[in-house]
């Protein structure tokens, strides 16, 4: 193991204890509210990257892994009773499939195509929900989950625990996939596919590894979604603001490592929380749709790019 | 009403509507289909063209002749449009296209929201004589608010098609997508060439947004609904086929109308998509041909 | 008599009413240094795209050590044991210099340590001083050599160079040719596809001449020189200058 | 009025309440602070038309504490945007009782953004005024939840029965339903499918329709095709007018006695005034209608109040229904805390239980689940529109109640097409 793996497993483990110890600290359950839609951000941020910033392929829909992911954990509980834990495997599954099945179809192409079909795929999904009425359809499905753990403090820093623990794996295997084999194939077939299949990398078949795994983190970040809001809806789920903060996060904090969407999500989402509650909806697409156009136009490596060439301008 | 009645009517509702599609996706066919550069923007400049046409309304003009006014400004804007891309794209060396359909999704949200702040999320409509009249040939009623824009279709599709097919400027804006170079030899500069094709296309937002906000109301979102339309006709259409564009932007309409008749309306959003990726998945071939 | 370590028989591509290759037949022995020439559009290009898998032929086969791979994608060619550079360098950019030797020792067979082997090849190339720097702020020479690096580094049985020359000196061609050489006295078989002639016929036990997709000559430099219809097309063209 | 509050007073406070969460201790405070009622409103977003509630809770807020406030205390209110996405509600409400330390929550409106407010108010045990939503209460069965609209029990099926009720009187057989997929009008068109089929209808056609369906005309060709008795249509006001248009051109059969029902837009002022006589004839929902047997001086004063502010801030010029229902939250909490004597949320909603309350649009009682015991949806039919004037709308006579009985206030034209004409 590298000194560096050996920090981020030390900083892991350390969050995670934080996550442990925030409710005896922290009384407010508004904190854990909060904390859980920016750590949630976390993971959908982590996931668009690995497809989108490590091997370069847009993905407009990730409201519809996220849906994806939330619809068939609330099923699944509701059904057949199956508990959260399940449920999110099940999301993983489900997400990682939905990503295969998008990549298999689109990614022999161009990217360009990838990014076109995906926009659909929130569309095509919404209108399986509706014409299913055993999920719902448009009115929803309401889901009382089981209380929490005699452990956590409450409902909220219980979810919040969770997520938190979403995240750190999500990050986990990110960073993982950045450093190893799988972001060094990635990285070469962003920069040349032809150069990287007479390598020896085979193309196809890491990218659609990266679609899977993108696809099962996306999805993940939505599986615990009906327990935290009791109530699932086509409408929500597969929320235009979803996509857009899963292109937006990664974009601002720095596509080509790990540590860019966390950033970018950190940042962002934080905002937003504080501003759902001082600026209206439309203000807030707007300000994240500026943003946006701002860093692709002007910084497309993100903040980490611009921390990165600023201090290597500056002689040391 | 015999089946057979209603077969016709849903025919023609779906070559009227196919015809209305057509005219939405138009600006795409140029800019993806000719240009490659992913303006998924369009839409949105689609509906803001509607707006421009509600306002001139209130004025008291004709939507029609409202449209006709709106093509300079919106030809202007797209050429500010596409010389903001390319100072932050292509004068970096080569677009990478997944940046710039990042960067014209983020337009696509700003011009929604600046319509929001404008004029506000309701419902905007026009009015017209032709609005609320309808024509009857026997069972088929073809409601004028439809037939209008429908009508455009063809006719700006039929416009387009021999400019670039009998002027030199519409030669050089063919004559790009295949090779700059030339282009440059024969003393025309490709930016400039560029420049006023994306002009073009948005200029036939501003009538894709006429036909629109002539068959019903629109709001600053509407857009978000074609996006899987338009790119599905450009597509299929074979990559900047300008006649092609009305041919399968009909043959859509018509699908649509059949699923939405026959089957059920709920299904008929999933329609372009699901013709999309079955296309993409059966025909990659077909859509490769004509990229760079 | 040892087998050939690559063979085609019949192989022909067109893309669409024009036939860019073929019928073509080619072997290739083991440690063989072959040059192949030929006017730009003769289909060279098209010829190394059938063998490394970018293009699958319209007709004909191609083996491998005896091993039908006509089918076969790029990658498993790669990890059979054929590797390439090309015309246009195409370094892993956002990469540096060794990892982008360590894109093909991930891939390829098992290789025990990586890093050590990517400093030995970088090492062997002249490009140890670069080692840590992103790929993208090389020179044209250093550019070349990295391709040469990461087509060499996964020890492969063919090497084609793709035109791995143009645009250098008279220097720096001598020190790729050196590097080239080296490898070969290892048991490296090259094909060498080239427009600077002197190289070539410097480089090449036998030289094979292509024009509109047919191979028209094949011998060594000397009886490829003297040819007729290899000077009619080239050195015919060229007196015409 | 503290809408939209900015970022610096949130930092503070919350940086303030690391203590305990205060709608359980927030009791200690003084007797001398206001009562902080907190709510989540859609000042933007798809609900965004419902946020003229707000004006009816600053009339109410501004009459109380005309009147001497609430147990000697001024009134406060507390009103966070949810951007109408269920999604920002689990936030909001621990902002309004955590931060905030609000002493009595009032519901975000509607049922989707209000389940996922409901296990939070349980686990609290909290008292809440819901707003609008149908069947809320039906699962949680939380015992401190009241409706403030007068949906009546088993609110799921039953708050459009007054349709089929009329449809009954008028021998329909053969019933079609159209539905908008979203969650109010698919929550109507599947309580209406029930309703039918307890009456032994007949349901000849039933559909739902994307949300954004601009044009109907085929829809209603199968509709057509199908010769209905009666029309029943869930619908949102963009989709409204376009059926409404519709049916300008293409038509229904004479065989439609009644058509309606759940459509959203004709009860606000824009869309009366934009469709004008064309909606004519149609029978649909309302929970207040300016006839005799509704006007009460009461609710006469708060329109007075309501349509000078209305008019200023661009919302809907007649406001019948939602602002009312706002202000009658507010009476509601008012009356359990005078009753229960404190902001003791146990006996709020005790008294509330056991006591009937006069609000502006009637007497209120609730049952178990806070239901009304009552359903007082009204069956309104559009009559004798003529020209695009909004005054008229105003008047009597031309938003004729039908159904309840007992607020009756004219007759029921029909079959439909000869409803049209009128």
């Known amino acids: 193991m590298t000194r560096d793996s050996k920090i981020f497993l030390i900083a892991a483990v350390a969050v995670l204890l934080a996550g442990l110890l925030a409710p005896h600290v922290l009384k407010n359950p508004f904190y854990f509210f909060a904390g859980y839609v920016i750590l949630q951000y976390v993971v959908i941020a982590t996931g668009w990257n690995i497809l989108g910033g490590y091997a370069g392929y847009i993905n407009f829909g990730a409201a519809g892994f996220f849906g994806a992911g939330a619809y068939a954990s609330a099923f699944l509980f509701n059904t057949f009773g199956i508990p959260l834990l399940g449920g999110l495997v099940a999301a993983c599954l489900i997400g990682a499939l939905l990503g295969v099945l998008m990549g298999y179809l689109t990614l022999r192409i161009q990217g360009v195509y990838f990014a076109i079909a995906t926009l659909g795929l929130v569309i095509i999904l919404e209108t399986i929900i509706h014409n299913i009425p055993a999920l719902g359809g448009a009115r929803g499905i309401v889901v009382y989950g089981p209380p929490p753990p005699a452990w956590a403090a409450g409902p909220s ?57 993108s696809g099962a983190v996306l999805a993940a970040a939505g599986a615990p979604y009906p327990f935290y809001t009791s109530f699932v809806e086509p409408v929500t789920v597969f929320s235009l603001l979803i996509g857009l903060n899963a292109i937006a996060m990664p974009l601002i904090g720095g596509t080509r490592t790990w540590l860019g969407p966390v950033i970018g999500a950190l940042l962002m989402a934080s905002t937003q929380q504080i501003a759902t509650i001082t600026i209206s909806s439309e203000l807030n697409i707007l300000f994240v749709g500026i943003v946006l156009i701002a860093f692709v136009a002007l910084a497309p490596n993100g903040i980490l790019g611009l921390v990165a060439r600023r201090s290597r301008e500056t002689p040391r | 009403m015999t089946t057979l009645d209603i077969l016709l009517n849903v025919l023609v509702s779906g070559v009227l509507f196919g015809s209305i599609y057509a005219v939405v996706a138009l600006g795409l066919a140029i800019t993806f289909g000719i240009l490659h550069i992913p303006n998924i923007a369009h839409p949105a400049l689609v509906i803001m063209g509607g707006y421009f046409v509600v306002q001139a309304n209130r004025l008291g003009i004709d939507p029609l002749i409202a449209a006709a006014l709106g093509i300079i400004p919106f030809y202007l804007l797209g050429m500010l449009l596409y010389t903001f891309y390319a100072n932050s794209f292509e004068r970096r060396g080569r ?73 030199n400027s519409g030669t050089a ?50 857009g978000r609904f074609q996006i899987g339309r338009v790119f599905a006709i450009v597509v299929l259409a074979g990559m900047g086929s300008i006649p092609g564009t009305l041919v399968v932007a009909i043959m859509l309409g018509i699908a649509e109308s059949l699923v939405s008749s026959y089957l059920n309306p709920a299904w008929s959003p999933g329609v372009a998509f699901a013709i999309l990726l079955a296309a993409l998945a059966l025909r990659p071939q077909g859509l490769f041909g004509a990229a760079r | ?203 090449s036990q036998r030289i094979v001449c292509f024009e509109m997709g047919q191979l028209i000559a094949s011998g060594t430099a000397e009886e490829v020189t003297r040819d007729p219809k290899v000077q009619k097309v080239y050195f015919g063209e060229q007196a015409h200058h | 009025m503290i809408t939209r509050r900015n970022f610096n007073r949130l930092a503070a406070v919350a940086a303030s309440s690391i203590a305990m969460p205060s709608v359980l201790a927030g009791r200690a405070f003084g007797q ?31 009459d109380v504490n005309a009147s001497g406030g609430l147990l000697g205390r001024q009134v406060e209110l507390v009103l966070l945007d949810d951007q109408s996405s269920a999604s920002n509600i689990p936030a909001i409400y ?176 824009s869309l009366l005034s934009s469709l004008g006589p064309e909606l004519n004839g149609v029978v649909n929902s309302h929970l207040f209608a300016p006839e005799p047997t509704m006007q009460t001086p009461e609710i006469k004063k708060f329109f007075d109040r309501y349509v000078p502010i209305a008019e200023k801030q661009g919302v809907d010029p007649l406001g019948y229904y939602v602002p009312p229902f706002y202000y009658v939250a507010g009476q509601l909490a008012a009356a359990a805390i005078t009753g229960a004597g404190s902001l003791d949320q146990a006996a709020m909603a005790a008294w509330l239980h056991g006591n009937t309350v006069e609000t502006i649009v009637g007497p209120a009682a609730f049952n178990d689940i806070g239901d009304w015991t009552k359903r007082r949806v009204l069956m309104v039919q ?27 206030s004219g007759e029921f034209i029909h079959p439909y097409n000869k409803a049209r004409a009128s």
């Open chain 2, 173 to 222: 804006i063919r004559a790009v997508a295949h090779d700059e170079r030339a282009l440059s030899i024969a003393g025309l500069d490709p930016a400039a060439v560029k420049r006023r094709a994306f002009g073009l296309a948005t200029a036939t937002a501003v009538i894709g947004g006429t036909a629109l906000v002539l068959i019903g109301p629109i709001d600053p979102f509407g």
């Open chain 3, 1 to 203: 008599m040892s087998s050939p370590v690559l063979s085609m028989h019949g192989v022909e591509k067109s893309f669409g009413l024009f036939r860019a290759l073929g019928p073509v037949d080619l072997e290739l022995m083991p440690q063989e240094r072959l040059g192949i020439i030929g006017p730009n559009g003769a289909g060279k290009t098209t010829l190394i795209n059938c063998i490394t898998g970018v293009l699958k032929p319209d007709n004909g086969s191609v083996k491998f050590e005896g091993i039908d791979i006509t089918v076969q994608p790029s990658f498993k060619r790669a990890r059979l044991g054929i590797s390439r550079t090309f015309q246009i360098p195409q370094p892993f950019r956002g990469m540096s210099v060794t990892e982008n030797l360590l894109v093909p020792l991930d891939y390829l067979h098992g290789t025990a340590n990586k890093r050590r082997r990517a400093a030995e090849v970088l090492e062997s190339v002249g490009l140890s001083a670069r080692a840590a720097h992103p790929s993208e702020d090389l020179s044209q020479l250093e550019l070349r050599k990295l391709e040469l690096a990461r087509a060499l580094v996964g020890n492969p049985k063919v090497l084609i160079a793709d035109e791995a020359m143009a645009g250098l000196s008279e220097a720096e061609i001598d020190e790729v040719l050196a590097i080239l050489m080296k490898l070969n006295q290892q048991g490296v078989a090259v094909i060498m596809i080239e427009h600077i002639m002197h190289a070539v016929m410097r480089f």
């Open chain 4, 94 to 269: 621990s902002a309004l009782a955590d931060v905030e330390k609000c002493d009595v929550l009032f519901g975000p409106y509607g049922a989707s953004l209000t389940a996922p407010v409901m296990p939070f108010i349980k686990q609290r045990d909290l008292f809440m005024i819901g707003m609008f939503p149908l069947a809320a209460n039906e699962k949680a069965r939380h015992d401190k939840f009241f409706h403030s609209a007068a949906w009546g029990p088993n609110s799921g099926t039953d708050w459009a029965r007054g349709f089929f009720d009329l449809a009954k009187s008028v021998g329909v057989k053969r019933v079609a339903i159209l539905a908008n997929d979203l969650e109010f009008s698919k929550n109507a068109a599947v309580g209406g499918a029930k309703v039918a089929e307890e009456y032994s209808m007949e349901i000849v056609f039933n559909q739902s329709y994307p949300p954004n369906t601009s044009d109907f005309s085929s829809i209603l060709r199968n509709i057509s095709a199908a010769n209905p008795d009666a029309v029943f249509v869930g619908s949102y006001p963009a989709d409204s007018t376009a059926i409404i248009h519709g049916i300008r051109e293409i038509g229904l059969p004479d065989s439609v006695q009644i058509f309606g029902g759940a459509m959203i837009g004709p009860q606000y002022g």
């Open chain 1, 157 to 213: 820093q219980y979810m919040f625990f969770l997520m938190l623990l979403i995240a750190v794996a999500s990050v986990s295997l990110a960073r993982w996939m950045q450093i190893s084999w799988v972001g060094r194939g990635l990285r070469a077939v962003r920069a040349s596919e032809n150069a990287a299949e007479c390598s020896g990398v085979p193309t196809l078949r890491l990218k659609l590894l990266a679609c899977a795994a």
């Open chain 4, 382 to 408: 559009i009559q004798n529109v003529k020209g695009n004037d909004l005054a008229q709308f105003r008047e009597p006579g031309h938003q004729v109640i039908l159904d309840p009985p007992e607020l009756k």
């Open chain 2, 95 to 167: 677009a990478e296209v997944l940046q710039s359909l990042t960067l014209f999704f983020g337009l696509s949200l700003v011009i929604e929201i600046f319509l929001v702040l404008l004029f506000g999320s309701e419902l905007q409509s026009v009015s017209a004589p032709y609005i609320g009249t309808s024509l009857k040939f026997g069972q088929i009623a073809i409601p004028g608010r439809l037939l209008v824009p429908a009508l455009l279709g063809p006719v700006t599709i039929g416009l387009l098609w021999l400019y670039f097919k009998y002027t």
């Open chain 4, 32 to 62: 001398d602070t206001p009562i902080r009622f907190g709510a989540s409103i859609s000042l933007t977003g798809a609900l965004s038309g419902t946020k003229n509630g707000q004006i009816g809770y600053e009339l109410w807020r501004d």
